[in-house]
């Protein structure tokens, strides 16, 4: 593949992503590819009219005003109310601040000052609460950054990640959306960080099959070589698994810093490394079905990368043994915990994904028959330009096709969505190409 023709220039191209944009997840655009360079975030706007003309499946849009908060523009669609998914603005106070928060002092008496956060304590999940293969979903939702059952919207899950994690809006939102295009209900805005819920309809007509999965579905997002969970073929791809994470703490014990809790306790590049190396063999030798394609690849550093980037302590800069412990094995924050200093965008963790990617030589791939791991073809021009390019077209080729017959304020949505993918993508030099959902449905 052309981009991997050269570590070195990979590396440099990553390197170059604006910080005020994301620089990660991939993803469509429901129109056909057109090239347009820096285009713009897309806002939807609370409250907008949409003309009803648009709307020939569906009843007609309501404008409905709460008087706490802004209005919501809502269409009901076979028995479904969708509501206009609005993108959050950048938090205003997004500096170093311990997570959860503390009383204030001039509000408490002062012996409580330490006490936690009352807002958000740590509430184990109760029978029926979603729960899934994602650490920091997972300890938002512990702590009720998000709805503590699991179910969320756009707009809670993006100002949970920009509260919680210090992540910058485009960067969060990204992540957000990638989700809610390939397992949530981009009409009713709701989307499960576990598995399948009566709170998530399946999608309006049931265009792509009788539910909708949740982000622990595996195939379009979610997939193999994951740092704590089993291939989805061979074990347990929604749960902690001991066995899987074990492995990471070999490559920690081996290449990790020393720091305050011991000889080779902090993570480094070298670890990530390691064990990203240590994953990938170990499944694709235990799993005939293994698959490590662009996005895969470019999602899995991605999400190692949080781990030096999102888990490091706001004031060391350093992700330890107990702070790995935390959020992988108890899904809470550390003790003492306090997010980034300053807020973290796509360019900050591309620093450290690009550098895992440049220092593994494999190319996004999957096993033949005979479990002989065979590289993928090489995406059309221009989204062979890098990783992220790769991602983003492979995304969208796994992101349902039936999202580009959407009217109405499901298709103002899925516009919201692919728009912001396209926005983060677009951020890689080269990458100029739009690519619309064109994936397979029920899958
Ligand atoms: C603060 C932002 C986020 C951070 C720090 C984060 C962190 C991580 C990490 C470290 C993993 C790897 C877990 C493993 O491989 O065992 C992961 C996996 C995952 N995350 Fe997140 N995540 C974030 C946002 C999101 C959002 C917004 C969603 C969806 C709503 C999401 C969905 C997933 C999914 C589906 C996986 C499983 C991927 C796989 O292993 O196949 N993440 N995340």
Known sequence: ???????????????????ARPAVLHAPRRNPPVNVPGRPFPTNVPGRPIPTSSIPTSSSPTTTSSPTGPSATTEVQRGQTGTLMVLPTQLAAAGLKQIPGKFVAHVIPLALNDAPDPAHPFIAPRPGDQRGPCPAMNTLANHGYISRNGITTFEEVTNGMMEAFNMELHFAAGLAALNFVTRGNTFVNKISIGGVSPLVPPLPGNIDGPVTGGIAKHGRFEGDASISRADAAIGDNRNFQEKVYDLDLVQLSKFGDNGPDGNN???NVKTLVEMEKALFNADQTA?????????????????????MTVFANG????????????????ETFPPNWFRAASPITGATNAKISSQIA???????????AKGVYIADPAPPAPFNSSLPCAGYFDQAANTPSVLQNTTGIFKQNVDLMTGILFGGASANPGCTQFAPPSGPTGV
């Not at 799993?287 to 781990?307: H, V």
């Not at 440049?358 to 033949?368: H, Y």
Request: glycine share 4%; charged share 10%; proline share 7%.
């Open 315 to 330: 004031t060391t800069n350093q992700t330890t043994l107990p702070i790995l412990n935390s959020f992988f094995r108890n």
């Open 265 to 267: 306790t902090v993570l």
């Open 358 to 368: 440049a220092a593994i030589p494999t190319l996004p791939g999957r096993n033949n």
């Open 1 to 19: 593949m052309k981009f991997f023709g050269s570590a070195k220039i990979f590396t440099v191209l990553l390197l170059l992503l604006p910080a």
């Open 287 to 307: 799993d005939r079905q293994f698959s490590f394609p662009a996005r895969r690849m470019f999602a899995a550093y991605g999400q190692a990368a949080f781990l």
